[in-house]
């Protein structure tokens, strides 16, 4: 509340209103900003109050339109009856407006819950399709179409699913829908309706909690169904997919089964721009080959394609991944290794399971064995971070068994600081990875989805709008 001091929203949420929240009792440790303290200094309960309301008006008067105020109606634990913040009643008497009370049952969770990710899905997806929006009116390359189309499908799923919640006949919607989107969309973009599993899972499971409890035996119905599960009954996953699941296995849950979109921010689109670059310059030109004015010309013919530049933050994005690729040139001919491989894919078996994954670069050594690297376009990592982290480390072992080569020597490469920092990974370290990879795909398969709080991660996570872990 006390950061929200200034700013507006359509729709405001202030959750937990107990009066133990408005007002609580007075501590020593609470912080209420200066110029709300118009009240004496010395902290009474009374003045500790005055100043509590002052907060709740500060939060009640942040909402443009919409004000919803909630309390829960016992403590689960102890069946402790709460008491709802005497500024709610004081409230109600104070405006003639009608309050509007709804108590919201357990077993009606899943509804809020879907409710806020179809919302938090949509509002996604129209920011997505603002920053796509030079894709209609300059639709230069069929695939442009194929995203617009993509997009108008995702739009009407989640405008499914919004009314699918409420609605009590759920067939009559989906018939309806269906039936929009198949006269708007022509194959193949009308199988995107059908493959949609958002709409799934508030059909199918519409009785179950939101809430995690990281057990898989309490789970009333088998998630396997919207899981990536191979032929062989394992998991085929992407590199990234595992990482995420190491992040947090709510956060991967969240992209797989609820299918919340994530979408990149501007710096790590642009880091995907600046890889797509390379590999159609290392695609079309060999080393031999490969001049400064040759990269430069598919960078800003990408620029231009993509209409970046229209903001101040963009333009010094463009700046920096210019001089970027000027430094990088240059590393890149003088290089000891052979680059022979770019972007190439590998599939590495482990058990049962199938990792996917796309090594950017890989060269050829003195000694005839290689060198990986991997592109990163974002800030240079810690010592530790780089130690820690087990990309390179999946990639050694896949690339081992998948490409039946030896790799000696692992790097990630700083673009924008031109900064190659090897990443040393002895065969105890390697062996700890792979067990980590088994159990990250074991977990999985027993549905453990158990919410990983971490303040850094959590703050950048796409899902935190719906994530019941951090509401605590
Ligand atoms: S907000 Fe945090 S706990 Fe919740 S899904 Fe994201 S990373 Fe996991």
Avoid at 356 to 362: E, P, S
Avoid at 404 to 409: A, R, V
Wanted: charged share 30%; with cysteine.
């Amino acid at each position: 509340v006390h950061k929200s001091k200034g700013l507006e929203f359509k729709i405001v949420f202030l959750i937990a209103a107990t009066d133990s929240a408005f007002p609580g009792r007075r501590r020593g440790e609470v912080k209420i900003p200066k110029e709300l303290l118009k009240e004496p200094k010395s902290f009474t309960q009374a003045t500790h109050e005055a100043e509590m309301r002052r907060l709740f008006y500060v939060a009640c008067t942040r909402a443009k339109e919409e004000l919803y105020i909630s309390y829960p109606l016992e403590v689960t634990a102890t069946g402790r009856p709460i008491k709802r913040s005497r500024f709610i009643d004081e409230l109600a008497d104070a405006i003639d407006l009608p309050l509007i009370r709804a108590e919201v049952s357990a077993s009606s969770q899943i509804n809020v819950g879907a409710l806020a990710a179809a919302r938090a899905a949509e509002a996604v997806f129209l920011k997505t399709a603002r920053g796509n929006d030079s894709y209609i009116n300059d639709i230069e390359d069929e695939s442009y179409a194929d995203i617009v189309a993509k997009e108008l499908a995702d739009y009407f799923n989640f405008k499914k699913s919004r009314a699918l919640i409420s609605a009590t006949d759920k067939a009559a919607v989906l018939k309806k829908f269906d039936d929009i989107i198949g006269r708007l969309i022509n194959s193949p973009y009308s199988q995107v309706v059908k493959a949609e599993q958002f709409t799934a899972v508030i059909l199918n499971k519409a009785s179950e909690s939101l809430a995690e409890s990281g057990e898989a035996a309490s789970k009333p119905v088998s998630y396997l169904d919207f899981l990536p599960v191979n032929e062989a009954g394992g998991m085929t996953l992407s590199v990234s997919d595992i990482i995420l699941y190491q992040k947090c296995p709510l956060a991967f849950k969240f992209k797989y089964i609820y299918q919340i979109p994530m979408v990149p921010s501007p710096e790590a689109d642009f880091g995907i721009f600046i890889h797509n670059v390379l590999q159609r310059f290392h695609s079309a030109y060999p080393r031999s080959e490969a001049t400064l004015e040759k990269l430069l010309s598919i960078y800003d013919k990408g620029v231009k394609v993509r209409r970046l530049g229209r903001t101040t933050a963009e333009k010094q994005l463009i700046d920096k991944g210019r001089h970027a690729l000027q430094l990088y040139l240059p590393d890149f001919l003088a290089a000891e290794g052979e680059p022979v491989f770019f972007e190439r894919e590998f599939n590495w078996r482990i058990k049962n399971h199938r990792i996917r994954g796309r090594v950017d670069r890989a060269d050829k050594l003195g000694d005839g064995t290689y060198e990986l690297i991997d592109y990163k376009s974002g800030k240079s990592w810690q010592p530790k971070q780089i130690r820690e982290d087990l990309q390179l480390s999946i990639y050694s072992l896949a690339v081992r068994q998948s490409w039946e080569i030896e790799p000696t020597l692992l790097s990630y490469y700083f673009l924008m600081e031109n900064k190659k920092m090897p990443a040393l990974r002895t065969p105890e370290e390697l062996e700890v990875a792979q067990a980590l990879v088994l159990s990250a795909c074991e977990d999985i398969l027993t549905e453990k989805f158990a919410p990983k709080v971490d303040f850094i991660n959590c703050q950048y996570c796409d899902c935190r709008v719906l994530c019941p872990a951090t509401e605590v």
